[in-house]
């Protein structure tokens, strides 16, 4: 046996474990596996170096467009992200590291969590937090199965304005489970209150709502948490967590449980993950929440540290009567999230918020001004906006994307007579230079 | 007085008149180790023996409660929302959780008494 | 240690943001806005460079410290793959779904659909989904295709079946989808009852699950005969692939009758663990499967030689996640399996169980192991003669964070008392492991010498025996302020 690559031993040492084992040879240990079921394939390729290695990966880099002027969104966003994050996350005593069961040689990934949970309290302005979930999406469906549970009822009523991405894994997630998930189609990019108060009902566990929603708009939600309580449903609301630099936040719109996506705090786009989703909520419902719960305590001599805390909730624990099935957190994206909090800060991330939307209300009065170019109002926005082109928007993005340009998402395929819609995103760092490029080649697109 | 009849899974009832309150043992509180959370059913609710009727959790485990005899649930032990650790102190007395009115005094036949009970632990 | 908001001083700024090259836009409307800015913390970039660094400290890690936790899988994660990873952090996952978009990450979808493909090989199964963004994740997933395959022929099935030493995922998993748990007792010979089995399986059962070795970390001699009988009743055979690194060239699930897998990328193929996440599940399927697998889907299309992407098949599961998985992780897993290859991989296989075995052999004269035959990549030993002492596996735990290890699992496998499972991975050498089973050692004399010594341990660290009662009682989850 050759010493290959993290593989230590020298053959004298090999010689020597067996010897200690009492086998001739390493085969010998494989001897409780029959022979009938050993495999007689193993197609691999051959190894490489790490230089060879990390050559091939940068090809594999080199043959994808990664400069296109990026307008697009869809949950995702590109969002500056300081040196100090990759820095700091990049310690190896943060990412070598494992969950922090054993909390005496934990208290930095410990204390960090509770940073962070203390993070999203603050900026979702609600009482408790989780260390974090897969993603924004998944925990859209964890959080309406907390509302399930905490209501005991099995009806979940979401607006058609949440992102369709997310509306989808939320109803992956119910098929299986006595549930009953009803979309309310969107009434010109917003919410329809009407519709909603018919569907409301004692069997409704939560209204599902998203601010910004997936057309931009920030609408005013003031009253509809009264609405949802008044029929004994919980509100849940999807955010982004940049706007909420800015924008009012769940718990001063009465939301019971908040959710959201934290790639836009400090973590790459990087072909869509891994990311983190967040979700906080009123105190009452700590028992119900999914995933793993960072607690504050003192030790035996009345020092302050930090466990996992709630366990009787977890899988390890209640198994097939868990909250979720769900393991791990995304602790060091969620960490990420936390440093990029801490580096921007307070002051910073409402200055951040207040850019986004400098930006993209330049762009959205820029291309209001060509022809045939109609901009949904219906609602203020922050960095999204939908507007309405003279031709399937599809072809126009494709165009587009031929000069470089990643212009927005075409909404036709999840919203039926949307074909000549887009949603356009413009984040702090699209330039003036770069707006003015779109504009420029959609103004080209549009007159041919 | 009432007397007092414990069930496999270490719950305790003790009966008088029509009136069945109901608890777990000290060995159940033992080996949960601190108890963190009591889970206690709605007034009014009706359970069979055998049936789970409540939920409790300490740091390391969860377990759920069953009714030790069937009826209906008149009285809880709402001390224990707020101070859980009463059962570690005093679960066959103090922090008792649920008081039923008795269904069918003839299903106390299928519980044990304290000794039989004391007996069926040395077989754990 | 302070946490950051107590350091915080008010009006201190971070990091300095571009200066706008537009124009201010006009306010939102009041009622739209927040009334006060969320109080995060307001510290100078150094400051903060120097609270997380020190953080980072209070931690021990692979890098700082011999880590064997059973069944996690800790073994060295290789910078390489750091770097491999950044490469792709501009690439926006939407680009893929805009019209004409696949053809600017071909890259990126080819990776995808190669990792897919070599997982698939490395388990015997047709084809891989990688969206699952964890193990757990990727449990959710399988069952889900399990429960659209039944639901396809019309069956009508209620139950799952797990060994009671499964991971507690296991039967969580499968809950999220609506079934029920039968739980099978582990026989003397240290897996699943293979009567009590036979016993419980019915026509109403979905799937069996089953990790393999098997969380005690030996191998089921019976695992084709178990999958015969699920078979029979069409019952479907789920891989947990938490304990892969055990069997790489040596077993593939799919030769020996599973349908369905979960591999950990995150465990078996080296990338970090992150302090408790970002993982990767990624899903492996046998040809009756296929039709159900989650959108989207990357497939080949042989006219154009280009890969595509599928959004629309009416049988899929639907969306498990947001777009491909977690992608940056499989960067780090790709990396991994193209650099050791073939023999590299099979030389893991047969180097972590040889470690484990090795540990066994000269530890089991000090610790209680209740499975004696040949293990493979991981070992259980209970504490049980140390508890006669008085002396817990938590105790023995907390002696190793003092010598500076960190502890192996404690507490599982829950059929074992007092279990300590000791996964060493492939990638220590024998110095490091010589001197652990020296400490172990000590620790099992130490329990006979002076068991009361071990109640204040460990010393060492800036926190001790923390109050997890406390905790649980108080649920200070955030700092209020």
Redesign the interface.
């Known amino acids: 046996m050759n010493t290959s690559h993290y593989c230590p031993h020298t053959p004298e040492e090999i010689q020597e474990m067996l010897a200690a084992i009492g086998v001739s040879s390493v085969e010998e240990l494989f001897a409780p596996i029959p022979a009938e079921l050993r495999c007689s394939t193993f197609n691999l390729p051959v190894g490489m170096s790490e230089f060879e290695t990390y050559a091939k990966l940068q090809a594999v880099a080199a043959d994808n467009n990664q400069s296109l002027s990026l307008f697009i969104g869809g949950g995702f966003y590109d969002h500056v992200i300081p040196a100090a994050v990759d820095h700091l996350s990049g310690r190896a005593e943060f990412y070598t590291a494992y969950t922090p069961y054993q909390p005496e040689c934990s208290q930095g990934t410990l204390q960090a969590l509770f940073e962070y949970q203390t993070a999203i309290c603050r900026l979702t302005g609600l009482d408790v937090s989780n260390a974090s979930l897969y993603d924004g999406a998944t925990g859209l469906a964890e959080a309406a199965l907390m509302a399930m549970r905490a209501t005991n009822r099995t009806k979940v009523v979401v607006d058609g304005c949440v992102s369709p991405i997310a509306r989808q894994v939320l109803a992956t997630y119910l098929s299986n489970q006595d549930a009953e998930l009803v979309e309310l189609p969107p009434l010109d990019g917003l919410l329809n209150r009407d519709e909603l108060a018919k569907q409301l009902d004692g069997n409704t566990a939560a209204v599902l709502v998203q601010y910004p929603n997936v057309f931009g708009g920030v609408e005013d939600f003031s009253g509809l948490a009264d609405q949802a309580h008044a029929a004994g449903a919980l509100l849940v609301t999807a955010v982004y967590p940049v706007a909420l630099g800015i924008l009012k936040s769940p718990g001063e719109l009465g939301a019971d449980i908040a959710v959201g996506d934290g790639q836009s705090l400090g973590n790459p786009l990087s072909f869509g993950g891994p990311s983190f989703g967040f979700i906080a909520a009123k105190k009452a419902h700590i028992r119900n929440m999914p995933g793993r719960i960072v607690g504050e305590t003192v030790d035996k001599n009345g020092k302050r540290g930090f466990v996992l805390t709630l366990q009787a909730r977890e899988q390890h624990i209640k198994r097939h009567k868990a909250t979720s099935n769900i393991c791990s957190n995304q602790s060091l994206c969620a960490l990420r999230g936390l440093i990029f909090l801490a580096a921007i800060g307070k002051q910073g991330l409402a200055d951040l918020a207040r850019l986004n939307r400098d930006k993209a209300e330049y762009a959205k009065a820029r291309l209001a001004e060509l022809p045939g170019v109609v901009v949904l109002q219906t609602a203020p926005t922050f960095n999204e906006f939908t507007i309405s082109l003279p031709k399937p928007a599809e072809a126009v993005v494709a165009t587009l994307l031929d000069k470089g340009i990643a212009a927005g998402m075409p909404l036709g395929r999840f919203y039926a007579g949307s074909e000549n819609m887009l949603v356009v995103t413009v984040t702090e760092k699209r330039s003036k230079k770069e707006i003015d490029q779109l504009v420029k080649a959609l103004e080209v697109a549009l007159c041919n | 007085m009432s007397e007092i009849y414990f069930t496999k899974e270490h719950e305790w009832v003790k009966v008088s008149g029509n009136s069945a309150v109901c608890g777990i043992s000290d060995h159940a509180a033992h080996e949960l180790g601190d108890i963190t959370f009591v889970e206690l059913p709605a007034i009014g609710k009706v359970v069979k023996q055998e049936e789970v009727m409540a939920a409790i959790e300490s740091v390391k485990a969860a377990s759920d409660i069953y009714a030790p005899v069937s009826g209906k649930v008149v009285k809880v032990n709402s001390e224990l929302e707020d101070a859980p650790e009463k059962v570690n102190e005093s679960a066959e007395e103090e922090a008792w959780m649920v008081e039923l009115e008795l269904a069918d005094a003839a299903e106390l036949a299928n519980l044990m008494t304290k000794e039989q009970y004391e007996a069926y632990l040395k077989t754990l | 240690?302070q946490?950051?908001?107590e350091k915080?001083v008010s009006?201190?700024?971070?990091?300095m943001?571009?200066v706008?090259?537009?124009?201010?836009?006009?306010d939102?409307?009041q009622?739209?806005?927040?009334?006060e800015?969320?109080?995060?913390?307001?510290?100078s970039?150094l400051d903060?460079?120097r609270?997380?660094?020190n953080?980072?400290?209070?931690?021990?890690?692979?890098?700082?410290?011999f880590?064997p936790?059973g069944s996690?899988t800790?073994?060295?994660?290789?910078k390489?793959l750091?770097?491999?990873?950044n490469?792709?952090?501009?690439?926006?996952?939407?680009?893929?779904f805009?019209?004409?978009?696949a053809e600017?990450?071909?890259?990126?979808l080819?990776?995808l659909y190669d990792l897919g493909q070599?997982l698939a090989?490395?388990t015997?199964m047709d084809e891989v989904t990688t969206q699952p963004?964890?193990?757990?994740?990727g449990?959710?997933t399988g069952m889900?295709l399990v429960?659209a395959y039944h639901k396809a022929k019309g069956n009508k099935k209620k139950y799952v079946v797990v060994p009671d030493s499964s991971?507690?995922?296991n039967?969580?998993?499968?809950?999220?989808?609506?079934y029920?748990?039968i739980t099978i007792p582990t026989a003397p010979y240290g897996d699943m009852d293979l009567e009590l089995f036979k016993q419980a399986m019915n026509g109403e059962v979905a799937a069996v699950m089953m990790t393999c070795p098997n969380t005690l970390g030996?191998?089921n001699?019976y695992?084709?005969e178990i999958a015969d009988i699920a078979h029979s009743h069409d019952a479907l055979m789920y891989y947990d692939g938490a304990n892969l690194n055990a069997?790489?060239?040596?077993?593939?699930p799919g030769?020996?009758g599973f349908d369905v897998v979960h591999v950990n990328l995150?465990k078996t193929f080296?990338t970090?663990?992150?302090?408790?996440?970002?993982?990767?599940g990624p899903v492996g399927v046998k040809k009756s499967l296929i039709p159900f697998l989650?959108m989207p889907r990357i497939i080949h299309d042989e006219v154009s030689g280009k890969l595509q992407i599928q959004?629309d098949n009416p049988l899929s599961?639907?969306?498990?996640?947001?777009?491909?998985?977690?992608?940056?992780?499989m960067?780090k897993a790709?990396?991994y399996?193209?650099?050791?290859?073939?023999?590299?991989?099979?030389?893991?296989s047969?180097?972590a169980?040889?470690?484990a075995?090795?540990i066994k052999?000269?530890l089991k004269g000090y610790f209680d192991l209740p499975y004696s035959?040949?293990c493979m990549h991981e070992v259980v030993f209970s504490a049980s003669k140390q508890l006669v002492q008085g002396v817990h596996a938590i105790d023995i735990?907390?002696f190793l964070?003092d010598k500076g290890y960190?502890?192996p699992?404690v507490?599982?496998p829950l059929i074992v008392k007092e279990a300590i499972m000791i996964e060493p991975t492939?990638?220590?050498?024998?110095a490091t492991m010589d001197a652990f089973i020296e400490v172990m050692i000590e620790a099992a004399k130490q329990a006979e010498a002076d068991p009361d010594s071990f109640a204040a341990m460990?010393v060492s660290?800036?926190?001790?025996?923390?109050?997890?009662?406390?905790?649980?009682?108080?649920?200070?989850?955030?700092?209020l302020g």
Do not use: W
Request: charged share 15%; aromatic share 6%; hydrophobic share 40%.
């Open positions: 240690m946490l950051i908001y915080s009006g201190r700024r971070g990091v943001l571009p706008s090259d537009v124009p201010a836009a006009a939102l409307p009622n739209l806005l927040r009334s800015t969320a109080g995060l913390p307001e510290l970039e903060m460079v609270h997380f660094t953080l980072s400290r209070r931690n021990f890690s692979v890098d700082t410290n880590y936790l996690c800790m073994k060295y994660n290789a390489v750091e770097n491999a990873a490469l792709f952090a501009p690439l926006h996952p939407l680009t893929a805009l019209p004409g978009g600017l990450c071909q890259g990126a080819g990776m070599m090989d490395i015997g963004l964890a193990g757990a994740h449990e959710m889900l429960a991971h507690g995922t039967p969580a998993s499968a809950a999220m989808v609506g029920e748990i030996l191998f001699p695992i084709k069997i790489m060239g040596k077993v593939r030769d020996v995150h080296g970090p663990h992150g302090g408790g996440g970002p993982g990767s989650p959004t599961i639907g969306r498990t996640a947001n777009f491909f998985g977690n992608f940056g992780v960067v790709y990396t399996m193209i650099m050791l290859g073939r023999e590299g991989l099979i030389q893991v047969e180097q169980v040889l470690n075995n090795y052999e000269k035959q040949t735990a907390k964070i960190h502890p699992t507490y599982f492939e990638t220590e050498s024998k460990p660290m800036p926190v001790t025996r923390l109050d997890e009662t406390r905790a649980a009682r108080s649920q200070t989850v955030c700092c």
